[in-house]
Nanobody
Framework: QVQLVESGGGLVQAGGSLRLSCAAS????????MGWFRQAPGKEREVVAA????????YTADSVKGRFTISRDNAKNMVYLQMNSLKPEDTAVYYC?????????????????WGQGTQVTVSS
């Protein structure tokens, strides 16, 4: 079992930055691939970034490549999403998720554990 709690969302102007954090419970955090997803009103949930269990492999969606960076600290049971050069189209609820696999996966169905989400709003 893994419990996830996101933090760090908020309101920011276009061009600004935010850092999302996700705190995970459980002693087996280092065995899980972690992902960040987002869902805007009226749209499907989409993957933003994912990182393998060991942290040696990452995936970043084309829409945020070069602006967002995923990282993790297995000693602290934490995963982060650094978001720079934010755009209004980045506005969404951002979710942290855990998949019981070691390699990077990007589909929502592979993730069995989800946080409650944190709102990110980017004003123009």
């Amino acid at each position: 079992q893994v419990q996830l709690v996101e933090s760090g969302g908020g309101l920011v102007q276009a061009g600004g930055s935010l850092r999302l954090s996700c705190a995970a419970s459980g002693r087996t955090f280092s065995r899980y691939t972690m992902g960040w997803f987002r869902q805007a009103p009226g749209k499907e949930r989409e993957v933003v970034a994912a990182i393998s269990a060991t942290g040696d492999s990452t995936y970043t969606a084309d829409s945020v490549k070069g602006r967002f960076t995923i990282s993790r600290d297995n000693a602290k049971n934490m995963v982060y999403l650094q978001m720079n050069s934010l755009k209004p189209e980045d506005t969404a609820v951002y979710y942290c998720a855990a998949a019981n696999t070691v390699g990077v996966v990007t589909t929502t169905t592979r993730y069995g554990y989800w946080g409650q989400g944190t709102q990110v709003t980017v004003s123009s």
